[in-house]
């Protein structure tokens, strides 16, 4: 993530406001930018950042204990917002470059309509097999323990509430997070290619002002968003920041060895205070004033230590990895890759997934042995998933399809 960066050259960059028959390019950027090869690490770690999600999504299990959420502050989904930044950048930072704002800005916005019709779709699956389990089962606790109850008592209000991403079931927060994101970021990206680190600073003000005066959107039926956009717009812009230059600005950092050993001081505190949160008799011996600021751990409004943790795993990870790691390559790390690669459809199919696993879990699958094969299932499907999507778009794009399709 920090070899293969954006260049975006020192001269300023063009902007021209077009009229009469080119009024629709109100703005285009003129620039050069060189296309980089793929960083496969960035595909390692989404898949693992999906997988991740899937298993922590199973609650009351022993599969959570797989998850890094139990052993530090940040989980995969602060590593799933912070690849997204930077991948969406490196994809459409280029393409508004190269073919101007308009062109940018219309392909990121068809992204987000691909990712809100998939969140739809997952939205009503989903309400559809909780809402059938629990009445065909006759257990009702599912409809309130995955937030489906109000479709009982208001069920056009609760869907017209879904649409707008207001009324959101269980676990069923993070792709409304992503699409809202996405959705701000042509006028981001547009100013971002233009002046990078205002923009940084600005999205950290945002964070600051949000955290402090308690901004978040309202959900359905009560409450707030879980994931504040407010505040986990910082690690989307973060990740874009790093695409556009901003990694290789801090290349330096990686020989740092005071800078490395500070992130490994923080990573062990991490998992120290992580550990007291979840088992009580540990909490007795934490002072009161970090049981004050770390506990519980502020997800909904990203606490600093979470930023502070992912940044410090990922300083430590990209100065062990480099991007040619022949490790890379390993059949075993392939699953994740693909998965990875195939990062929407690996996610809505492990969120389903986890509703799925719980149940069979709460049917009778309670010993560890059975969980560790229900999460080991629940794994192989997305993996099959990715590699069914892959060989699904390598047939597309062969010429002898195109031909059959003419035919």
């Known amino acids: 993530m920090i070899d293969d960066t954006i260049q975006v050259p020192g001269r300023p960059l063009r902007v021209a406001f077009l009229l009469h028959r080119r009024l629709w390019e109100t703005i285009t950027i003129r620039s050069v930018l060189a296309r980089p090869r793929r960083d496969v690490r960035l595909d390692l770690f989404r898949g693992l950042a999906n ?112 649409l707008i991403l207001k009324f959101k079931p269980l676990n069923l927060d993070v792709l409304p997070l992503y699409i809202v994101l996405m959705a701000a970021f042509p006028a981001v990206l547009w100013l971002m290619l233009r002046w990078r680190n205002a923009v940084m600073i600005g999205s950290l003000g945002l964070y600051l002002a949000a955290r402090h005066y308690g901004w978040n959107w309202p959900s359905y039926p009560a409450g707030v968003w879980y994931f504040n956009p407010f505040a986990w717009q910082l690690l989307f812009v973060f990740g874009a920041w790093l695409a556009l230059g901003g990694a290789a600005a801090s290349r330096w950092l990686l020989s740092s060895r005071t800078l490395l050993v500070a992130s490994c001081g923080f990573l062990l505190f991490a998992f120290a205070m992580t550990l007291a949160e979840r088992i009580p008799s540990l909490r007795d011996y934490v002072p009161e004033g970090l049981t004050a600021i770390f506990i519980p751990n502020d997800k909904t409004n990203l606490g600093p230590y979470r930023v502070i943790h992912l940044a410090s795993l990922v300083l430590i990870v990209v100065s062990l990895v480099p991007s040619d790691w022949p490790g890379l390559k390993s059949p ?28 069979v879990i709460e049917s009778g699958a309670e010993g560890i042995w059975a969980q560790l094969v229900v999460g080991a299932a629940g794994l192989w499907v997305m993996t099959i998933v990715a590699y069914y999507r892959t060989w699904s778009k390598d047939v597309d794009r062969s010429p002898s399809s195109g031909r059959e399709a003419g035919e």
């Open 332 to 359: 075993f790390l392939q699953p994740l890759i693909r998965c990875g690669q195939q990062s929407l459809s690996a996610f809505c199919v492990g969120l389903f997934l986890s509703f799925v696993a719980h149940f």
């Open 51 to 162: 997988w991740l999600i899937f298993l922590g999504h199973v609650p009351d299990s022993a599969l959570v204990w797989f998850t890094t959420r139990n052993y530090g502050f940040s989980d995969g989904a602060d590593l799933f917002v912070l690849i997204s930044g930077y991948t969406a950048t490196f994809v459409f930072g280029s393409m508004m470059m190269e073919r101007g704002f308009v062109i940018g800005a219309t392909r990121l916005l068809r992204r987000v309509w691909q990712l809100y019709v998939a969140h739809l779709l997952l939205f009503f699956v989903y309400l559809t097999a909780v809402h059938y389990l629990a009445h065909s089962f006759d257990d009702l606790h599912l409809m309130d323990q995955f937030n489906v109850a109000p479709l009982m008592t208001f069920p056009v209000e609760t869907l017209s509430e879904g």
